[in-house]
């Protein structure tokens, strides 16, 4: 019988816990999905939906990554992997809400997009100092959201989520020179959108 | 502008994160130090990136841990038979740290501690066979005890047989009563939350301390005084029950618990040709009877509860004299007059208050969000109806709503395996494979 290590003192990458849950090893599951779903839920809200909405999808997003397990090949990433599956999720249940839209009082006017509350984190009564700092969170989420969604994705998954340029360009299905373009447009947008906290970031550590 | 700042504008998002390797990083680093314009231009990436790094991720909450990893649970319970092994016994799990590298002491200590955690094992295991046979025994006598004093008029005149019960016959009804209370209690005390660290068994047993009786309770209940003891040790039951129709926990495996539900399985099995297990007393028992007082889990802080649910969410606070019952009553007589808002409030607070008519309520609740065009919701309800009531009477209708609401709202797969749920189910073979036709259309 082969050794098992025990899991809490062995550095395991991504790769290995899915090939342990593949061997059907429950824990290594447990280990990924407490790493990723806020992650993954983070980029569902802050790319494509509401908080609820986002819920529904992080449940496919997992149930996805558990009925399909079998089919994950190694050498490929797991994080390539379990993003590329969360955007095609996303854009799939955004392209039938759309066909099924009909006009209702609760709908937005003139943007089809989420409501900027949904993807802020609530603040209660806030003191001077955080009030400032919810209010330049609450300004850079208007921003990412003001990003076109190639570019907002794109920044999302290198910003938040750590994906190399060469991976994101697998998940967005596009070449990295185009990923990288579109990064950089994204940088410009949000640094003159946000040029009023120039002494803020340059104060930060 | 030079080659060097050539260079370093096509390589600056690389640098900006990271990506280069650490000689070509610093000397593009010093060419930025002594050229102000790409000095400039490395300062305003990394003063977006300084900006973004102050937004906090979201975090979904705990509420879909359940649903995922029983999910998790089951899939790989099949991989585990496909590879020819058992998956790894949940006691001796411990949470995976992925960030820091195992040092030496640490693999030291894994190695030292093994034997250990074999010693330490081996001795619950006696303690807790030791335990189980003490419980049995007690169990035996106060069942016993019921058959000489409680009759099952209620029972016996709602399932249309005689006073007069057989005594094998009484003693199959108490088993069933028994494990309807048992699966009552472990699912709707089942947390939000799932540790993946291990649990201790004192731990959970201070959590789920049996209620104290209440005042209007008989001092002497033989039904809940037999059951107490085995719905103690089902907490620990984990793992996916199947055709047993309990629930499973996130919790340490209890082999004593599952040995002796299988060793009912007869009764089960004529119980769920009835329609399953728990089923009766969730649905036919009539509101305040004495046998549901008897199967009702009642939580001893049921008052604070509501008046926490109402300072959380805004709900209107029933009187302190309200009961399940009621607010059941009032769910009940709100959705039949297509008043979904006040349904819902009614139906949400008996599933907080954990009765016996929790599963009736979801379903509900599911029903109103699915008749206001709500989906989403409706099918959270029912998932969670599913996950906590494997044996509602129900089941069968809350699987086929539950389809439409996901092909609705395009969810094939998830619409097919409730169907495939369904066909499972005798005398909805012929529904569920029509409706698998029309989805495949």
């Known amino acids: ?205 | 502008m030079t080659d060097v700042c050539k260079r370093f504008e096509s390589s600056l998002l690389d640098l900006a994160y990271g990506e280069l390797p650490e000689t070509s990083a610093k000397a593009l680093k010093t060419h930025a130090a002594t050229c102000s314009k790409c000095g400039q231009a490395l300062e305003q990436v990394m003063g977006v990136r300084k900006l973004a790094a102050q937004l906090p991720p979201l975090d979904p909450g705990d509420d879909l841990d359940v649903s995922i990893l029983r999910a998790a649970s089951d899939k790989s319970q099949e991989l585990a038979r496909l590879h020819g092994q058992e998956s790894q016994p949940k006691a001796v799990r411990t949470v995976i740290s992925i960030d820091q590298p195992p040092s030496f002491l640490e693999r030291l200590r894994a190695f030292m501690l093994a034997p250990a955690l074999v010693t330490a094992a081996v001795a619950t295991l006696v303690f807790v066979f030791t335990f189980f046979l003490s419980e049995k025994s007690v169990q035996r006598q106060d069942q016993l005890q019921m058959l000489e004093q409680a009759p099952f008029e209620s029972v016996a005149a709602k399932e249309g047989k005689s006073a007069q019960i057989k005594e094998p016959e009484r003693a199959e009804q108490i088993a069933i009563l028994t494990e309807q209370e048992v699966q009552e209690g472990q699912e709707t005390a089942l947390p939000k939350r799932i540790k993946v660290e291990k649990q201790s068994q004192s731990k959970y047993k201070s959590k789920f301390e049996p209620p104290p009786k209440p005042a209007s309770r008989p001092p002497s209940d033989p039904v809940r005084q037999s059951t107490a003891p085995s719905r103690r040790s089902s907490r620990g039951k984990s793992g996916n029950l199947g055709t047993t129709g309990f629930a499973p926990t996130p919790y340490g495996s209890d082999k004593s618990v599952s040995k002796k539900f299988d060793s009912r399985r007869p009764s089960a099995k004529k119980e769920q040709a009835r329609g399953g297990y728990g089923q009766k007393s969730l649905d036919d028992l009539s509101v305040g009877s004495a046998d549901e007082e008897a199967l009702t889990p009642r939580s001893p802080n049921a008052a604070e509860k509501r008046a926490e649910t109402k300072a959380v969410t805004g709900h209107r606070a029933p009187p302190s004299s309200t009961t399940a019952d009621d607010d059941f009553r009032r769910g009940t007589e709100a959705y039949n007059r297509g008043d979904c808002d006040t349904a819902i409030a009614a139906f949400t607070r008996v599933t907080e208050q954990q009765s016996s008519r929790s599963a009736h309520a979801m379903h509900h609740i599911a029903r109103c969000e699915k008749r206001r065009a709500r989906c989403g919701k409706a099918i959270v309800w029912y998932e969670k109806l599913f996950s906590h009531f494997r044996g509602y009477q129900k089941r069968a209708d809350a699987l086929l709503e539950a389809a439409n609401c996901n092909r609705r709202l395009g969810r094939i797969s998830r619409a097919r395996s409730l169907l495939r749920e369904l066909s499972k189910i005798p005398g909805w073979e012929s529904k569920a494979k029509q409706e698998l036709d029309r989805l495949s259309e």
């Not at chain 1, 920044?155 to 697998?170: D, K, M």
């Open chain 1, 1 to 205: 019988m082969a050794l098992r290590y025990p899991l809490s003192t062995v550095k395991t990458t991504d790769e290995e816990l899915m090939q342990r849950f593949q061997n059907g090893d429950q824990a290594a599951f447990e280990a990924l999905y407490r790493k990723y779903k806020t992650p993954i839920f983070s980029f569902l809200v802050r790319q494509y939906t509401t908080r609820e909405n986002a819920k529904e999808l992080l449940q496919d997003v997992f149930m996805r990554v558990i009925h399909k397990a079998a089919t994950f090949r190694h050498g490929s990433r797991f994080s390539t992997w379990i993003y590329t599956i969360a955007r095609n999720l996303a854009i799939d249940s955004a392209r039938k809400a759309r066909h099924r839209r009909h006009a209702s009082l609760d709908q937005q006017i003139g943007h089809d997009g989420p409501m900027l509350k949904d993807r802020v984190p609530n603040g209660g009564p806030l003191p001077d100092r955080a009030s400032t700092h919810i209010k330049m969170q609450k300004d850079m989420m208007e921003a990412i959201s003001r990003l076109p969604d190639d570019q907002r994705e794109v920044f999302l998954l290198r910003e938040y989520h750590g994906l190399p340029f060469r991976e994101i360009a697998e998940v967005v299905d596009a070449v990295e020179g185009t990923v990288k373009s579109r990064m950089r447009y994204a940088l410009e947008s949000l640094r003159e959108a946000l040029s009023e906290y120039s002494e803020v970031a340059r104060a930060l550590p």
